[in-house]
């Protein structure tokens, strides 16, 4: 197969931005950011459920999810659920052989010149913050994934769901509706595994209950005002295909 056509080079585009954003999510998630600090703001320290001074500590991670879910929407819109489910397997697969990469390379035997390195005037072992960096537990590999997948599903599902009521009216409405809701179990479903069914943590019910609260309230808040953003996608791509082929492909995908 050749990409010569509009629509075979399109996917392409889409699928790569969906492919390299939901690897580039899982390996720099291991950074958490605090959300408060980056702009500007006091600490909320929110009292939830039980559990004292929560904050928006955010997993880097979430700073490109939102591009993944405007990909996965737009590909549902012009290419349907099956290319969707296609790249999201592929997208998982690719995952857990990255990280299988990655442990392997940490069992390489360090060079010494380049284990004892100074950073910004602090002697730093970089060695072990490779090690700390990308050696995530399995547990956290195992609920992102299964996260990414679940919520991938639940994304697609809605979304034409609320299309077959819509029709072609009411973008913002298939298009956030369902991000909101593949979020909510997104959240929660990565909390659970990694945190909650890890004997290593022993969180309670109520830690996860309130930490996924926190977590999807940020990416509440983020769904709604990428909205606009995803109205200029859809423009963009409607003038690349033109009128005919971009309402031909809506209505192929449409019927799944």
């Known amino acids: 197969m050749t990409f010569k056509t509009k629509e075979s080079k399109l996917l392409l585009v889409l699928g790569a931005f969906f492919v390299a954003n939901a690897i580039l999510s899982e390996f720099i998630g291991v950074k958490i950011f605090s959300v408060e600090g980056t702009l500007g703001l006091k600490h909320f320290d929110i009292n939830l459920l039980g559990v004292p001074n929560l904050s928006f500590n955010m997993s880097a991670g979430v700073v490109t999810w939102p591009v993944i879910f405007i990909m996965t929407d737009i590909i549902n819109e012009y290419f349907g659920v099956k290319q969707v489910r296609f790249l999201s397997i ?3 697969v690719l995952i857990a052989y990255a990280f299988l990469v990655i442990w ?27 090690t700390g960096i990308f050696g995530q537990g399995m547990w956290i590999i195992v609920g992102s994934i299964v996260a990414f997948l679940v919520g991938q599903i639940a994304d697609v599902f809605i979304f034409h769901k609320i299309k077959k009521v819509t029709g072609e009216r009411a973008l913002w409405l298939r298009s956030t509706g369902s991000t909101l809701v593949s979020q909510l179990i997104d959240s929660f479903v990565v909390i659970f595994i990694a945190f909650y069914l890890n004997p290593q943590y022993h969180w309670s019910w109520q830690m996860v209950a309130a930490i996924g609260l926190v977590n999807y309230t940020y990416k509440f808040v983020v769904a709604i005002l990428m909205t606009p953003i995803l109205y200029v ?21 449409s019927r799944g």
């Open 90 to 92: 592929l997208t998982s």
């Open 104 to 130: 392997g390379t940490m069992h390489l035997t360090a060079s010494d010149f380049w284990v004892n390195q100074t950073i910004n005037g602090q002697p730093v072992n970089m060695n072990n913050a490779f």
């Open 233 to 253: 996608v859809h423009a963009v791509i409607d003038k690349y295909l033109g009128k005919e082929l971009a309402e031909k492909l809506t209505s192929l995908a």
